[in-house]
């Protein structure tokens, strides 16, 4: 038998790769997302609470419990509706819960590699933008807001957040990773 081969199992040996390095505190958070401010999503919030409560009612309406008028009203009329109620309660359900996602599409997520800004431009639109950390030249700290001058000369406003001191101590520790110049206004 050839010396390189190994005559058992237990005679492989296993190699290590030593030449990696430490990671840092920004290196192990790949990407932090910021979610809006809640004045922004309270909308949703309220018509989701209307819309449970709506086919709450209309799927209640079908069960011993509820009361006579109710069941005369939703169930002995579904035969002459389009849509019977519980199709209506299940729709009501998907609204509500598209509502509520829609609400949490906007926000901000921060990368290694570069900045995103999510909004909702129109009902059932959303925008995304996102600059290269490399297309940053200057990041303007204000006491209520962000705003990034970019390489063409344009200056970008971060989006309001739920968690700014959080938002604003990230961009400030990511672009003093990047080397990109921080200008903290009034």
């Known amino acids: 038998m050839d010396e390189l081969t190994p005559t058992r199992a237990t005679d492989v040996s296993i190699s290590r790769f030593e030449m990696s390095y430490p990671l840092g505190p920004l290196d192990r958070l790949r990407k932090k997302h910021?979610?809006?401010m809640r004045r922004h999503r309270a909308?949703?919030?309220v018509f989701a609470a209307l819309t449970f409560t709506g086919a709450a009612i209309l799927l209640l309406a079908h069960t011993p419990l509820a009361p006579l008028e109710l069941h005369r009203w939703v169930v002995l009329t579904d035969a002459d509706r389009a849509v019977d109620s519980r199709t209506a309660a299940v729709?009501?359900?998907?609204?509500?819960?598209g509502?509520?996602?829609?609400?949490?599409?906007r926000g901000v997520s921060i990368d290694r590699?570069?900045?995103e800004v999510r909004e909702v431009f129109l009902p059932t639109?959303?925008?995304?933008r996102r600059w290269s950390w490399m297309q940053v030249?200057?990041?303007v700290i204000d006491t209520s807001r962000i705003d990034m001058e970019l390489i063409d000369g344009r200056i970008e406003r971060i989006n309001e957040v739920f968690r700014f001191a959080e938002l604003r101590d990230y961009i400030v520790a990511m672009a003093q990773r990047k080397r990109v110049p921080i200008t903290f206004g009034p």
């Open 43 to 45: 909308g949703a919030v």
């Open 125 to 128: 639109i959303p925008r995304f």
């Open 137 to 139: 030249t200057r990041i």
């Open 91 to 97: 729709l009501l359900l998907l609204c509500a819960a």
């Open 34 to 36: 910021f979610i809006s």
């Open 99 to 105: 509502v509520y996602w829609q609400s949490r599409m």
């Open 113 to 115: 590699d570069w900045i």
